[in-house]
């Protein structure tokens, strides 16, 4: 495209510079093979200027999207070439903490104020209320996604770690400084490809043209909503710390000092009698529980034994009569054999 430029103007200059003299020119037709006389010097100019025009216009439009790409890129390579030893590194925190507590209650109450005042938020929270099916004791717990500002992050965790007994602690730190600036060298590169385009839309006179243009366009600016969603998507990140928080009601804090051999001894001994006096509150606990079963099964056991005891003077009652039954029959049997031996003995006797 610069040398058709540069032809153009070579041709215009030469031009002027033989007419100067005379009205009428001579110039060389190659397709005809001979002089022939062309008009006046300003005729011929004007000539050679739409020529010019038309052959430019007609490159321009052919290349327009292309140059514009290539440009976009070397701008856009530059710019991050800058960028990157210029800007600040940018980083994205994230902090496990698994933390457990003998103040369940208080400490979610404490931290859901801290974390307001802190200008964080909850990004996702569940909370499991206990059940009874581990040792008669309801243990619960906590898990919480928390997002806080990166200067006052330090700040929560030291409150955490005040309000709570830390057992686990894992940092992690993502470098996406180079992302993040590829991302706004892409986008400035977009956004100067979006305003050439506009320029050559306004110049554009053909409908086929005007159609390729807009379809360029139209694919730009979706580029652009999608470089723009990113780059809000890691200023988020990067402008908000994440503290994945896991809370754990318990009885007794655990210790994390290694103690020496005697305090060793000291804490086996403690746990030993810790343990008993659990065992003993979980049997007493257990038998409190299960109180309605026992007056169930006592109520049960009760009717049984009544039904039992109806039953048996039932059966010694009805063996007593018929054992009374037996004796008088015996007796009315041996009466009746006596009659009848005694009127044997009359008879025998008459």
Known sequence: MKKTKLAAALLLTGVLFTGCGSSKSEYYDAGAGYYATEATTEEAVIYEEEAAA???????TEDAAMETAEGATEAGTETLDENTQAQERKLIKTVDLYVETENYDTLLTNLEKQVEELGGYIEYQYQYNGSSYSRYEEIRNAQMSIRIPVNRLDEFIGKVEEQSNVTNKEERVEDVTLQYVDL???KTALITEQERLLELLEKAESVEDIISIEQRLSEVRYELES???????LDNKIDYSTINLSIQEVQRITTTTE??????????????????GTEIEDGFVWFVINIPYFLIWIVVIVVIIVVLRVILKRRKKKCAAQKEKDKVLALEA????KEIKEKMQEEDKK
Do not use: C, V
């Open 227 to 233: 470089m723009e969603s990113q780059l809000r998507t």
């Open 184 to 186: 706004e060298s892409r």
């Open 334 to 337: 041996e009466k009746a054999e």
């Open 259 to 276: 103690p020496t051999l005697l305090g060793r001894m000291k804490n086996g001994i403690m746990n030993s009698f810790y343990d008993i």
């Open 54 to 60: 038309e052959e430019y216009t007609e490159e321009y």
